[in-house]
């Protein structure tokens, strides 16, 4: 099977007195009935990526093809086959969701009946019945939310692009928001977003290309990019910080990079294994020190984040 994004080494640069930033270079293949996430912090290069594959932007080096179109020389046909949820809102505040679903199925070439249809089968769909006449200025985040990926399904896309689709929105609505993507893969949509939350990426995507000042930084399933980081992590919590801390002496005269956490009474073993988790255990229990909690995992995904992009997400933009 052919993929329906397939990118070589695209970039878009933007200079200026600072300096250069944008996209570097990413190159990535995706097939139909996926998710992939794009995960990277502020200024990663993320919404210029998406641009570029949608056409609003023109990449500036490297070749990539959406439906096996050129997204340079083909840029209609690839626009024939895509939808795009922006990182900023596209519907009209003024108008009902249900107006700003009849205008957008005419912008896409619907009839008046047929875009009329649409707007009511997606605002069942996407449970806006109750808001369907009120103006979009009253609706919450999380409906606009709801709305915008409406809007983009008026015409059903083979590829979906969505630039950050849960940004600003409470844990309710975003699990909503993750089920409307899910049940579009199902469709056999295949969906692109960009995200800079590790935990939608790693509950929402099949794979994740991790990007950083414009370039790829890592890229696998969820559990790849977690044992790229390395083996899984012990943790041992305790009742009492004195407990902790005579744990620690007795765990550290046999195991290296044994550490506390004395907030949290929480001892850590990043090189873990089930042996040594069995040695933890057997250690205390002989040293009368019981724990109250024994935790064998994986690395979480911040963790991954953290160790592959190195701690700059406060800084803003790319630049180098
Ligand atoms: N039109 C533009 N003109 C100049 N610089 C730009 C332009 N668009 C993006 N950039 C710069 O390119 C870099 C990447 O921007 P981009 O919007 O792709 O990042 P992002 O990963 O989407 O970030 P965020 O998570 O904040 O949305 C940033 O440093 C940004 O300032
Ligand atoms: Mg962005």
Known sequence: MRAVIEADGVGKIYRSRDGESGLRELSLHANQGEILALLGPNGAGKTTAVKGLATLVAFDRGTARVCGYDVSTEAARVRDHIGLVGQDAAVDEQLTAGQNLRF???????????????????????????????????????????????????????????????????????????????????????????????????????????IDRGKVAAQGSPGELKTLVGPPVVQVVFETTDDARNSLRILGATLTEVSLDENTSTITLPKASATVLGEVIATLASAGLPPAEVTLRKPSLDEVFLTLTGDHSDTEGNRQ
């Open 104 to 210: 957008f199925g005419r912008l896409r070439g619907l009839g008046r009946r047929s875009a009329g249809q649409r707007a009511d089968e997606l605002i069942e769909e996407f449970g806006l019945c109750e808001a369907q006449n009120r103006a979009v200025s009253s609706f919450s985040g999380g409906m606009r939310r709801r709305l915008d990926l409406a809007a983009s399904l008026v015409v059903p896309p083979r590829v979906l692009f969505v630039d950050e689709p849960t940004t600003g929105l409470d844990p309710a609505a975003r699990r909503d928001l993750w089920k409307s993507l899910r049940d579009l893969v199902h469709g056999g949509t295949m969906i692109l977003l960009t995200t800079q939350y590790l935990e939608e990426a790693d509950q929402l995507a099949d794979r994740i290309v991790l």
